[in-house]
Nanobody
């Protein structure tokens, strides 16, 4: 069992920046795929960004150019740098760890609210 703990969420103004962190209770292997997902009120959870152990990334069109996902395997931590935040980015953000093709772990989520 792996525990994931997100941090860094909060209230920010439109155009502002925020960095989310996700710490794993166990060693993150280079073969593990990790990602950030979000869920807004009344909406389904959607993928924001993913990253492989080798550093290959994939972003949702809505955040491409504004968000950057990265990982530090040595410190078992996943990051999401969010710039130029918009009100529509408001959601609960979740950290996800995928092991193989069928096993996955989720964090408890951290609230990000973009409002003036």
């Amino acid at each position: 069992q792996v525990q994931l703990v997100e941090s860094g969420g909060g209230l920010v103004q439109p155009g502002g920046s925020l960095r989310l962190s996700c710490s794993a209770s166990r060693r993150i292997l280079s073969s593990n795929v990790m990602g950030w997902y979000r869920q807004a009120p009344g909406k389904q959870r959607e993928s924001v960004a993913t990253i492989t152990g080798g550093g290959s990334t994939n972003y949702a069109h809505s955040v491409k150019g504004r968000f950057t996902i990265s990982r530090d395997n040595a410190n078992d931590t996943l990051y999401l740098q969010m710039n130029s935040l918009k009100p529509e980015d408001t959601a609960v953000y979740y950290c996800r760890l995928r092991i193989g093709s069928i096993t996955e772990y989720w964090g408890q989520g951290t609230q990000v609210t973009v409002s003036s």
